[in-house]
Every structure is written in structure tokens, then in C-alpha cells.
């Protein structure tokens, strides 16, 4: 596939559509014309239609308020509200991490994954290749630039919720003189005060965000990916099945991903899942850890395999700070897992502009760099080299 067609893939991707948010028709509309690219190359490319939430944002803040509650609970009973607080504490840990707790409950929007089988005469192994094709938010919610900014947030956030649940502990030991009991008090207000303001700063900033059109993240690793369909109908892998699904919802905390791997059939000991995401702009990068407040080891047969090959498409390692890739479900999970991304280092663009990801800014020869750079690695990976 030349760069013209990718060009062609963007412009409707990030040009003609406006947007690509989460739970949209807009979203609907992409997904469609991803279906029907994937089918000139594998006739049986569906849509998998699923349920999704709304802004995760609205959630974690009422993660956040909840620890106010906790501290009206403990002024009456420190030991209810010690056991209370840790529940929370525990399922904001997990929903923060990809697993659904509340937000099972909150309202549900009808989303979709777009899924394309390639099957082998000798599978082996199972390559599959994810990219997110919703398009996310320009606002006071910074993307990857101010990621080092979210992780000190979050650890402060989760500073502030320990220090509730503590206070708690010491006081339901009941062994605290009147003086430590007032300070205890004063400390564990202070944190729950400070949750309430993150809270409050959390839903305004969701409220002023604006619809970005999402060309770097993420038409351009859906691109990539189509390009990499085309490669693999021309040349299949013999002994390994792929599946290449662009994921939706991603946006609204990874929830494409999340349903991917809940109802495929995995073979967890012979799959690898590679995460191509912001392939637009920059130089190329393979990940060899990844998250936001843990850091998620990648697999290292697969860090070996694109070290192997990094050397023909300038791509370097990288320790990627995120809490929202798609790479993160399957890592979570324990499955073998990479991202390939670019990281543009000499202009670092504006977060709080609408236009910051448009397609001016990207570079076609990137996306097509990275997409043979992950065709590399995949068919490394079913080698076994």
C-alpha cells in the first residue's frame, strides 16, 4: 500500500469526520469504513457490537468524593468507615487499571470493535494487532506530554486516600489519647478535603473539553494497521493465525480492548498482542514497560524481537508513563504484549488547543515506517527467531 493510501485512510479518518468520540455516530461511521477497508483483504471483518460507559472521568471523581463520606462515617464509626474506605481505596486501584467495578452500573452506550481474521494452514501462535480508532478530548486533560503531570497526580490522589483509610485505622484502635485524636482528625480532613477539591477539578475539567479529530490519536495507527492487512493478504503467515482489530471506546477508559479480550478465544501461552498507537508524528519507539502508577513489564521475547529489527527502521526502547493504552489490558491480564508509537521530542505541541491533533501534523512516511516495522516484528514473533 503506497502512501497515498494511507493519506486517502486519514483523510476520511481525521479529515472529513470531525471527530471520532467514544459512543458517537461519528464513531459508528469510522468503524463502518474500517470494516469495509479490511474486507478487501479479509472477506470476514465484522463489526462486534458492545456496550460501553460514558466519560470515566465523571467516575473517578466520585472515587475521589467518596472518600468524604468516609470521613462523616468515621466521626461516628472509625471501624465501619476503616473497612468502607478500603473497599473503595481497592476498586478505584482496580477500575484504574482496566477492570470494571462501578463502572459496570453507570448508563451504557451501544460502541463497536471492528475484528478481521487471518487464518493459517498451521496455526501456532496468535498475532494480534490492536489500534483504537475513537478519537479523544483537547482540554484541561492533558494527553501523553503532560503524562509525567497525570502520575504525580495520581499518586497524590492515592497519598491522599491511604492517608484517609489510616487515620481510620488508628482510630478504631481506640488507643489514641485526646490531642493524637484531634491531629488525626485534622489529617485525615485535610486528605479528604484535598480528594473532594481533585474531584471537583476532575468533572470540570471533563466538562470543558473539546472533540479533537484524533489524526495521531489514533487514525494513524488504524492506517498502520490497514496497511498491515494488505501486507499479510498478499503474504500470509502461515503458522499463525492474526486477528487485527481496531478497537473502540478507548476513550472511555480502554473499553474496546477490554471486550476483545473477554470474548475471544485466546490461547494465552501462544498469543502476543502488539498495540500500535500515535504512529503519526516523530520517531519511532517499541515499549518496554508500560503504565501509570506500575510499571507493567512487556513481554521480553517480544522486546527482543523489535530490538532485533529496530535497527532498519531507527526505532529506540521506551518506558511509555500512560493510563490509557489499549497495550494495558492484555498486560494487565498477563498476556504477551508491546506497543510501537512515536514520540516527537524537538516540537512538543499544545495540549489545550481543539486543532492539536489534526492531520497537518502528521507524517504519512511515519505511519508507514511503523507499520513495516510491526510486520517485522510480527512475523519474527511467528517464526520463533
Known amino acids: 500500500m503506497p502512501e497515498s493510501q494511507i493519506q486517502e485512510d486519514m483523510q476520511l479518518l481525521a479529515g472529513r469526520l470531525a471527530h471520532r468520540a467514544a459512543n458517537t455516530d461519528n464513531e459508528r461511521v ?13 472477506p470476514d471483518a465484522a463489526l462486534d457490537d458492545f456496550y460501553s460507559p460514558d466519560n470515566p472521568w465523571y ?17 461516628w464509626w472509625p471501624r465501619v468507615a476503616l473497612c468502607y ?30 475484528v478481521a481474521r487471518f487464518l493459517a494452514p498451521r496455526p501456532e501462535r496468535q498475532l494480534v494487532v490492536m489500534a483504537h480508532y475513537d478519537s479523544g478530548t483537547v482540554g484541561p486533560l492533558a494527553h501523553r506530554p503532560e503524562a509525567h503531570r497525570l502520575r504525580t497526580t495520581q499518586l497524590a490522589v492515592v497519598a491522599c486516600m491511604m492517608i484517609v483509610i489510616f487515620t481510620c485505622a488508628l ?22 478535603v484535598g480528594l473532594l477539591g481533585a474531584a471537583a477539578m476532575l468533572a470540570y475539567a471533563a466538562g470543558r473539553s473539546e472533540y479533537s479529530r484524533g489524526a495521531n490519536d489514533n487514525a494513524s495507527g488504524v492506517a498502520a494497521l490497514l496497511r498491515l492487512a494488505q501486507r499479510f493478504a498478499e503474504r500470509p503467515i502461515e503458522n499463525a493465525e492474526v486477528y487485527l482489530v481496531a478497537t473502540g471506546s478507548n476513550q472511555t477508559w480502554m473499553n474496546g480492548a477490554r471486550h476483545f479480550v473477554k470474548v475471544q478465544p485466546l ?63 492484555p498486560l494487565a491480564r498477563g498476556y504477551k504484549t508491546l506497543e510501537i508509537t512515536a514520540v516527537d521530542e524537538s516540537t512538543p505541541a499544545p495540549t489545550d488547543h481543539p486543532h492539536r491533533d489534526a492531520l497537518a501534523h502528521v507524517d504519512f512516511g511515519v505511519i508507514a515506517r511503523a507499520a513495516d516495522f510491526a510486520e517485522a516484528v510480527l512475523r519474527r514473533l511467528a517464526e520463533g527467531e
Request: glycine share 6%.
Open 30 to 42: 469510522a468503524a463502518e469504513y474500517i470494516r469495509d477497508r479490511l474486507r478487501e483483504y479479509a
Open 59 to 75: 467516575l473517578f471523581a466520585s472515587y475521589y468524593a467518596e472518600f468524604t463520606v468516609v470521613a462523616v462515617i468515621a466521626v
Open 85 to 114: 474506605g478500603a473497599v473503595v481505596f481497592l476498586a478505584y486501584l482496580a477500575e484504574f487499571m482496566g477492570y470494571r467495578v462501578m463502572g459496570r452500573f453507570v448508563p451504557q452506550f451501544e460502541t463497536q470493535n471492528v
Open 171 to 192: 482510630e478504631s484502635v481506640g488507643a489514641l489519647n485526646e490531642d493524637v485524636l484531634l491531629y488525626n482528625t485534622a489529617v485525615r480532613w485535610t486528605a479528604a
Open 267 to 329: 490461547d494465552r501461552d501462544a498469543v502476543y498482542f502488539l498495540n500500535l498507537d500515535g504512529v503519526g508524528v516523530g520517531d519511532l519507539r517499541y515499549t518496554t514497560a508500560e503504565g501509570m502508577l506500575h510499571m507493567a513489564p512487556c513481554d521480553e521475547e517480544m522486546i527482543r524481537a523489535a530490538r532485533e529489527e529496530a535497527s532498519g527502521f531507527q526505532a529506540e526502547p521506551m518506558r511509555l508513563r500512560t493510563a490509557c493504552s489499549d497495550a494495558l489490558i
